[in-house]
């Protein structure tokens, strides 16, 4: 399949250790945050949302963290596979409006 | 599985010709979105519906694009005269109306205009 973001920023790391993706967001208006994986030749999948009232967000192996204080948003993955494989974007939502404004994102490589 | 289908999944065309592109979202979902999305960027947004009402159309949609949902269901975007610069994927979204929903992506159209 076509890879998606060949010039993105990398991460690199062992199976079965802790994956950290950060993403700075551009606007303080914003009250709604979702992490999206794309694989290669998919569309962008849901991983796990987060809104502005909140701080910390736990799903299935992953936890979004949200510091507003800095315009701040993290996604640990826990226990990282090889599925967990592909470019990991954050995208924010301004409060008021429907579109969702995505940032540049990360690749996730694991390495066994 | 009903989620986002997207049709065709690859489309090459010459320059200058015409295409379209069909979107069915989840069926429960009133809100469906284009985004476009090309090599090492995130996607970027288009146009936005609610239900068959377009209410937000990005200053990336140039008069050369139009997108319809007719009957409030699927969408088809269509690119008049199509130039090199608008091969890229072609995402469509949906959600529910409701509060802040996440949008549910589909696995796209791959233009490619040669």
């Known amino acids: 399949g076509e890879s998606v973001g060949l010039h993105l920023p990398t991460l690199s790391v062992q199976e079965g250790d802790n994956s950290i993706i950060n993403c700075a967001y551009s606007?303080?208006?914003?009250?709604?945050f979702i992490w999206y994986k794309q694989e290669s030749g998919k569309g962008p999948q849901f991983i796990i949302d987060?809104?502005?009232?909140?701080d910390k967000r736990q799903g299935q192996r992953v936890t979004v963290l949200l510091n507003k204080t800095v315009k701040h948003l993290s996604l640990q993955i826990a226990a990282t596979q090889p599925g967990d494989s592909a470019v990991y974007f954050c995208a924010e939502k301004i409060q008021g409006a429907q579109k969702l404004v995505f940032g540049q994102g990360t690749r996730l490589t694991i390495n066994p | 599985d009903t989620g986002v289908s997207q049709d065709p999944r690859h489309k090459i065309t010459k320059r200058g010709q015409n295409v379209t592109f069909r979107c069915d979202p989840i069926s429960e979902h009133n809100r469906l979105y284009w985004y476009r999305q090309t090599l090492g960027q995130g996607p970027e947004f288009l146009t936005y519906f609610q239900n068959e009402a377009q209410l937000e159309k990005s200053r990336l949609l140039s008069d050369r694009f139009s997108a319809e949902r007719p009957k409030g269901s699927f969408s088809t975007l269509e690119i008049q005269r199509t130039e090199q610069g608008d091969s890229a994927m072609y995402l469509c979204?949906?959600?529910?109306?409701?509060?802040?929903?996440?949008?549910?992506f589909g696995n796209g159209t791959r233009l490619t205009v040669t």
């Open positions: 987060i809104r502005s009232n909140m």
């Open positions: 979204a949906s959600s529910r109306e409701q509060g802040n929903s996440p949008l549910h």
């Open positions: 606007n303080s208006a914003s009250d709604y």
